[in-house]
């Protein structure tokens, strides 16, 4: 799963990919510094991962990870191919959710591509590029869907109302996601064509370190501009968490943070904020070869949990020994919480909940 960071040249973008994936994507003070999507593996802070390695002793331990994907900045004019927009749009459209950075500090040495700073109009820049990008999608399919809609085709006539939905809406400057369908017309119309807008986005406020913990004025705009999309809101000293990043000191670390009211770098936060949005949660495998945090979908079955470890496992899935993360260390092992009778047997439709420690038996 894979998460873009998108926003104008110059708010913080690759600064921020640094600081979560510890790679050094180039960030400097002017447009276009970052051509190709610089891609990092980041792993999901998780603190029940070692908790289980305290208890389980192995002799390795594995995250749960998430792909962030760095784009370059966006300009207006980007969805006709202005600055570098039809590549940028293209690598947005491979992304499973979008971590869109507003400038919400002021700082005259570092220079906005608009003059000013305006996180407000700096969303609606990107929003629009993004809407009319996805308008090009709908009138396309639009064209094909009308010549069958009128030969009284009943599903052709069905997805042309909701093309016509989405055509006025993004008309409107209103995104995909914010439009409400049916779960049918979703799931058979809107889904497979992959709008743009219609990917779950996070606003990332990018601040001074003052205003890390408090946000500022310009956060408050942005809270009050995006509070009926269904978004969440972060806020990030993107440059405080550089430096934060820099110290190859752990104590020295949690000094700074200490120091600017934070109990943990705002990276983790925002690192786990994604995995949510991308609609992921984690089950963990725990022996003495291997403790391991596994991300699967949220709402999906033992099988398909199963599934992520190995094809095999799912085509083969007989039952899953599942114990409750709490379980597992209110005994302080799996002897102990089989013995107390807290491991259940479950089958093929067992949902999975997140902090499951699960055991697979299968059978190819």
């Known amino acids: 799963?894979?998460?873009?960071?998108?926003?104008?040249?110059?708010?913080?973008?690759?600064?921020?990919?640094?600081?979560?994936?510890?790679?050094?994507?180039?960030?400097?003070?002017?447009?276009?510094?970052?051509?190709?999507?610089?891609?990092?593996?980041?792993?999901?802070?998780?603190?029940?991962?070692?908790?289980?390695?305290?208890?389980?002793?192995?002799?390795?331990?594995?995250?749960?990870?998430?792909?962030?994907?760095?784009?370059?900045?966006l300009v207006k004019g980007a969805s006709k191919g202005e600055g570098l927009g039809n590549q940028f749009l293209a690598n947005i459209r491979e992304t499973d959710a979008i971590l869109h950075v507003l400038r919400c500090f002021d700082n005259d040495n570092i220079v906005h591509v608009d003059g000013s700073i305006d996180p407000i109009r700096d969303k609606e820049t990107i929003d629009m590029e993004l809407q009319l990008k996805d308008l090009e999608t709908a009138e396309k399919k639009l064209d094909k869907v009308k010549r069958a809609a009128k030969t009284?085709?009943?599903?052709?006539?069905?997805?042309?109302?909701?093309?016509l939905k989405i055509k006025a809406g993004l008309e409107a400057g209103i995104s995909v996601r914010a439009l409400e369908f049916s779960d049918e017309d979703y799931v058979e119309y809107v889904k497979p064509l992959q709008f743009i807008?219609?990917?779950?986005?996070?606003?990332?406020?990018?601040?001074?370190?003052?205003?890390?913990?408090?946000?500022?004025?310009?956060?408050?705009?942005?809270?009050?501009?995006?509070?009926?999309?269904?978004?969440?809101?972060?806020?990030?000293?993107?440059?405080?968490?550089?430096?934060?990043?820099?110290?190859?000191?752990?104590?020295?670390?949690?000094?700074?943070?200490?120091?600017?009211?934070?109990?943990?770098?705002?990276?983790?936060?925002?690192?786990?904020?994604?995995?949510?949005?991308?609609?992921?949660?984690?089950?963990?495998?725990?022996?003495?070869?291997?403790?391991?945090?596994?991300?699967?979908?949220?709402?999906?079955?033992?099988?398909?949990?199963?599934?992520?470890?190995?094809?095999?496992?799912?085509?083969?899935?007989?039952?899953?020994?599942v114990i409750a993360y709490n379980d597992y260390v209110s005994y302080g092992s799996e002897a102990k919480v089989k013995e107390a009778g807290k491991m259940r047997v479950e089958g093929k439709n067992y949902i999975v909940k997140d902090g499951d420690v699960m055991h697979f038996l299968f059978n190819v």
């Not at 994507?25 to 991962?49: W, Y």
């Not at 009284?152 to 093309?163: I, P, R």
């Not at 000191?249 to 994604?274: H, T």
């Not at 596994?294 to 039952?319: C, M, N, Y």
């Open 1 to 73: 799963m894979k998460a873009g960071i998108v926003g104008l040249p110059n708010v913080g973008k690759s600064t921020l990919f640094n600081c979560l994936s510890n790679a050094k994507a180039q960030s400097a003070n002017f447009p276009f510094c970052t051509i190709e999507p610089n891609i990092g593996v980041v792993n999901v802070p998780d603190p029940r991962l070692a908790k289980l390695e305290e208890l389980v002793n192995p002799e390795k331990v594995v995250p749960a990870t998430v792909e962030i994907v760095d784009i370059a900045g």
């Open 152 to 163: 009284g085709n009943k599903e052709a006539q069905a997805e042309e109302a909701v093309l």
């Open 197 to 321: 807008t219609d990917k779950p986005v996070m606003y990332v406020c990018n601040v001074d370190e003052g205003a890390a913990t408090t946000g500022n004025a310009y956060v408050e705009q942005v809270r009050e501009a995006v509070k009926d999309e269904n978004a969440e809101v972060l806020v990030l000293a993107v440059g405080t968490e550089a430096d934060i990043n820099e110290l190859d000191d752990y104590e020295e670390r949690q000094m700074f943070l200490e120091d600017i009211g934070l109990d943990e770098p705002g990276s983790a936060k925002l690192i786990r904020s994604a995995y949510k949005l991308l609609n992921q949660q984690t089950y963990f495998t725990a022996g003495v070869k291997e403790v391991r945090a596994w991300t699967v979908a949220i709402g999906a079955t033992a099988p398909q949990a199963a599934g992520v470890i190995h094809t095999d496992f799912e085509k083969g899935f007989i039952r899953a020994e």
